[in-house]
């Protein structure tokens, strides 16, 4: 007869899985239901708006899962983080936040129609939270975002939030440009650290999932929040989308994945929907 207290523990973890499987199913029905769901007839023009934003990015709008071997009482145990990205080649790449990945020693990849995908990590720039992975297989059926430009927004503009906010996928939220902050720091020497202000709710999980203009277009990447409770309090900071261009735009960067691949200026302008002088 075994163990009880092993029986015990097993017991607790099929459970564990089994809640977790079912957790995952009950948002997947959930996303795919309003994903279906009929658009009612009396809407303002603003509401209109907003559900065309959300339906048109959701296809290219991910969520990031983590693990990593940690030790806890002279143990080693693995440890899981959550976060959100955006497709933005069809190439596969994910932009994302960098503390997203930081510490991950393997990163899976779900697209919106649920399926997993394991993907590798290429570039991290800590400071600036931004980050790039890829998904290691071709996907048949995925849909890239548009990039847009973050030098042309204004405060009071309509901003759009898509993420996992503590891993409820697929999560929306509808705010405005609240600010720019400029910090006085550069990254690599030469990239002014800037922040957008916004009011769009971000959470844990939002981390790394994209800001949207009224056009559908990623104007940033969720970095972190200002807060007193610990959750969200209308004071929400994004790395423009037009850093993340200039970071991963410099002249002969190398960027280290499994393998390690090099990109030059004229692969990294196919990569970021960009023409570069």
């Known amino acids: 007869m075994g163990d009880p207290a092993v029986t015990s523990k097993r017991s607790?973890?099929?459970?564990?899985?089994?809640?977790?499987?079912?957790?995952?199913?009950?948002?997947?029905?959930?996303?795919?239901?309003?994903?279906?769901?009929?658009?009612?007839?009396?809407?303002?023009?603003?509401?209109?708006?907003?559900?065309?934003?959300?339906?048109?990015?959701?296809?290219?709008?991910?969520?990031?899962?983590?693990?990593?071997?940690?030790?806890?009482?002279?143990?080693?145990?693995?440890?899981?983080?959550?976060?959100?990205?955006?497709?933005?080649?069809?190439?596969?790449?994910?932009?994302?936040?960098?503390?997203?990945?930081?510490?991950?020693?393997?990163?899976?990849?779900?697209?919106h129609d649920?399926?997993?995908?394991?993907?590798?990590?290429?570039?991290?720039?800590?400071?600036?939270?931004?980050?790039?992975?890829?998904?290691?297989?071709?996907?048949?059926?995925?849909?890239?975002?548009?990039?847009?430009?973050?030098?042309?927004?204004?405060?009071?503009?309509?901003?759009?939030?898509?993420?996992?906010?503590?891993?409820?996928?697929?999560?929306?939220?509808?705010g405005h440009i609240s600010g720019f902050r400029d910090f006085g720091r550069f990254y690599d020497g030469t990239i002014p650290a800037k922040f957008i202000q916004t009011d769009a709710a971000i959470n844990t999980g939002n981390s790394g999932g994209p800001l949207l203009n009224s056009n559908g277009q990623v104007i940033g990447i969720a970095s972190r929040i200002l807060s007193v409770s610990g959750g969200f309090q209308g004071i929400g900071f994004v790395v423009p989308i037009n850093t993340a261009k200039a970071l991963l735009s410099l002249k002969n960067r190398f960027w280290l994945g499994i393998e390690g691949i090099y990109l030059n200026q004229e692969g990294i302008a196919r990569l970021m929907n960009r023409e570069l002088k």
């Open 12 to 111: 607790t973890t099929v459970f564990a899985l089994a809640l977790c499987a079912l957790s995952v199913l009950l948002f997947t029905s959930a996303a795919a239901a309003a994903r279906k769901k009929p658009v009612p007839d009396r809407l303002t023009p603003e509401e209109t708006q907003a559900i065309k934003v959300f339906k048109n990015a959701l296809p290219s709008v991910v969520t990031i899962y983590t693990s990593q071997t940690v030790v806890q009482s002279d143990e080693e145990v693995q440890q899981g983080g959550i976060g959100s990205g955006i497709l933005v080649s069809p190439q596969f790449h994910v932009l994302t936040a960098a503390h997203v990945l930081k510490g991950a020693e393997e990163i899976v990849v779900k697209t």
């Open 114 to 174: 649920g399926r997993m995908h394991p993907a590798e990590f290429l570039f991290s720039e800590a400071s600036a939270d931004i980050a790039l992975i890829k998904l290691q297989n071709p996907v048949e059926g995925l849909v890239h975002a548009e990039l847009g430009d973050s030098d042309k927004l204004v405060v009071g503009q309509a901003a759009y939030a898509i993420g996992s906010p503590y891993g409820l996928e697929s999560s929306f939220s509808v």
